[in-house]
């Protein structure tokens, strides 16, 4: 074996996607630098192409102006896109950009962000187009009256006035603050950029569309006679539910000729960097880990922006930036291989990044029993030696508590009580074969032939095997919390590696399901199988049994709570109330809409499901049910009775009034008529 030491620089231009790295915010100055590490083609480049071709004058040959308005959250790749756009005009459109004090776009210095970039065709004086990167910063934010969404109105008065194209970049926030503030302004309403405003504001989202209008500049000297306007929405753009970018990106971030370095490399056995970027080159390993996002995506209901895709990627392949100070991550590599720090090594594995980074070494997480858990291990370590196997200088690491960084960056998904954290498969019981095959013998994942499994792995689970007979030569009274010691610190490893080679979460078949279903809904109905229809009909009768409280209640089935002291219940509430499952209508949403009679609407959301789940499949009470999950269901099931006029029905409709004073009443209508009853028969299923 050679003793080579290798450093393969890609790693660092990796750190450089992370939360606090150079390249985590796109911004003008490195969009010319070079092109992005990790790029992939997407329907925005598409979109972007498309306004590079339009948004010009072409020296007078074109007199339609192109207005375009990116809106979503941070990190979903808009900047990106504005990077790509700008290169398309360099380079294909031979133009110039500049900010707004005249400065090339080529000279800006560190991560400016300038508020609006100018596009000038060839050598021309005006501007062509504008482009505002990102329309929730200002001009002057030092100052006293800072507002982005006045900023927006000035942007597109200016653009307006001029006749240019614009290209903007905003959340949705902002833009719905600019019509809230401005909409009863009638100096302001009146005008042809505002009524542009109006009607944003009251389209869907899609991931491209156009309005419908077009409309003619006013201004004296205008660069373009008309406009057009069209928008893309990319809050709900999921990189990997229904598109494959997240994989495409993996796949790109893996690639041997990136890697090929590491081959020489003597230490490549023990590399955690390495041996993730094989767990993911392998395409049952890629699968089972975004099938783990997919799930974690669905159950936040928020979907997983470009930025925190990349800064995931990055962290599994080359580590965590606040580890290194100066050093290279290789370095690092070698450096804990030299020293037998094995555990710091496989803290830094896929599987414990994803589930568990916020345990130092793996130990507890709460401090007082992780002190507890580090006595019994020093008490073990004193005795390890009679076991004749050298291992006293990794388990001192562990003990001494200087464990590597517990910060990786994004916290919403990988930080303690983050969204994965959440999903952990190893926070419920599981079935016995899977502690058999995982959390028994340590022999047997020793022995285990599985390519994903390391050297890293082999060593640790050496170590607790030598750990465990290590604990007969202990004192008989501190056996048991020796035991215990060992056991969670080890299961915390192992448990998650298995749980990760078998793409297990917690509520995976359920959450599977969720992800079906919404995958269905979208379809048209005639290109559904029979499969699929009897899905979506068992998901409509699980429905009917999570809203039948009455079943629970001496109200019978098929009872809907108008209020605190009435219930409306009968045949007409079973036949006319029913629930029905529907695509959202939000293209590209993570939750699906429940409709009820007359059209109304409530959001059936992937935790929403899960309790559906218990109540059907478990024999759950509806009142162990959170209500918050119900309300707005049941909102929309109020307000469907309502509007089908239940009080005029001729039968199958009773309501049932408890008063103050706790008085029992029903109303039964029956062939025209209402029955009055009072007393405890009242409240009889009719």
């Known amino acids: 074996m050679t003793s080579q030491v290798v450093r393969n620089d890609y790693l660092v231009r990796l750190l450089a996607l992370q939360q606090d790295g150079k390249q985590s915010i796109s911004a003008p100055p490195n969009w010319l630098n070079q092109r992005p590490l990790l790029e992939i083609l997407t329907e925005i480049d598409d979109i972007v192409k498309k306004l590079g071709d339009s948004l010009l004058s072409g020296n007078g040959h074109n007199n339609l102006a ?23 005009l360099l380079s294909e459109k031979r133009c110039q950009i500049k900010d707004e004090q005249g400065c090339p776009i080529e000279e800006l210095e560190g991560n400016t962000i300038p508020y609006a970039l100018g596009v000038h065709e060839g050598n021309d ?53 600019a019509h809230r503030d401005n909409h009863m302004n009638s100096e302001v309403n009146k005008k042809p950029w505002f009524k542009i405003l109006n009607a944003l504001v009251k389209v869907n989202s899609t991931i491209y569309d156009e309005l419908k209008s077009e409309w003619e500049f006013d201004g004296k000297k205008t660069v373009f006679q008309k406009v057009k306007v069209s928008y893309s929405h990319l809050d709900n753009r999921s990189l990997l539910i229904g598109r494959d970018i997240l994989d495409r990106l993996i796949q790109k971030a893996v690639d041997p000729s990136k890697w090929d370095e590491c081959n020489a490399c003597h230490v490549k056995e023990y590399c955690s960097f390495k041996a993730n970027r094989d ?23 928020q979907v997983i922006v470009f930025r925190e895709a990349l800064a995931i990627i990055s962290l599994l392949l080359a580590g965590c930036s606040r580890d290194y100070v100066i050093e290279h991550p290789c370095s690092w590599i070698v450096e804990k291989v030299k020293s037998g720090d094995y555990f710091t090594l496989a803290t830094r594995r896929i599987y414990m990044l ?65 969204i994965l954290c959440q999903i952990d498969p190893c926070l419920g019981s599981l079935e016995p074969e899977f502690y058999g095959r995982w959390d028994s013998e340590y022999k047997l994942v020793i022995e285990e032939d599985n390519p994903l499994i390391t050297s890293i792995e082999r060593r640790c689970t050496e170590i607790w095997a030598h750990l465990e007979q290590a604990i007969e030569f202990m004192p008989g009274h501190v ?35 969720f992800l079906n279903i919404l995958e269905i809904v979208v379809k048209e109905q005639d290109s559904r199988t029979i499969e699929e229809k009897r899905s979506l009909h068992e998901l409509d009768n699980r429905l009917e049994v999570l809203f039948d409280t009455g079943s629970d209640t001496c109200h019978g089935p098929g009872s809907l709570q108008l209020s605190e002291n009435v219930v409306l219940s009968g045949s007409w509430v079973e036949n006319k109330l029913r629930s029905c499952v529907v695509a959202s209508e939000q293209p590209g949403s993570l939750s699906l809409s429940i409709e009820f009679e007359g059209g109304e609407r409530a959001t059936l959301g992937a935790p929403m499901f899960l309790w559906l ?54 109303l039964t209508r029956l062939d025209g008529d209402v029955e009055v009853c009072h007393g405890k028969d009242s409240y009889k299923q009719e």
């Open 66 to 88: 192109r207005w375009h308005f990116f809106i979503g959250s941070p990190g979903n790749g808009k900047s990106a896109a504005m990077g790509t756009l700008c290169r398309y």
């Open 125 to 177: 004086k005006f501007i062509s187009a504008l482009i505002v990167q990102d329309a929730s910063v200002v001009r002057n934010p030092f100052s006293p009256h800072v507002d982005p969404a006045q900023e927006l109105m000035l942007t597109l008065e200016q653009a307006w006035l001029k006749g240019v194209s614009l290209i903007i970049c905003a959340n949705r926030g902002v833009i719905e603050k």
């Open 279 to 301: 767990w993911l080159f392998n395409p049952s390993g890629r699968k089972k880990f975004i099938d783990v996002l997919r799930r974690a995506e669905v159950f936040s209901g």
């Open 354 to 418: 994803l589930f568990t980074s916020f345990s130092p070494f793996g130990l507890e997480q709460d401090p007082n029993l992780r002190k507890k858990q580090v006595d019994a291990l020093r008490q073990l370590q004193g005795v390890a030696h009679y076991t004749g196997y050298e291992f006293e200088d990794s388990l001192k690491r562990v003990t001494s508590g200087l464990s590597p960084s517990t910060d990786v960056g994004v916290t919403r998904l990988l930080g303690e009580g983050g």
């Open 479 to 513: 056996v048991p919390e020796a035991n215990w010691a060992l056991r969670r610190w080890s299961s915390n490893f192992l448990m998650h590696l298995g749980a990760l080679l078998e793409g297990r979460t917690a509520w995976a078949n359920e959450l599977d399901q």
């Open 613 to 666: 789940s218990k109540r059907a499949n478990c024999g759950l009470d509806s009142r162990c049910v959170p209500s918050e999950f119900l309300m707005g269901a049941i909102d929309a099931r109020i307000r469907a009775a309502a509007k089908g006029n239940y009080a005029f029905e001729d039968y199958g409709v009773k309501l049932s009034i408890t008063t103050e004073n706790g008085e029992q009443f029903s």
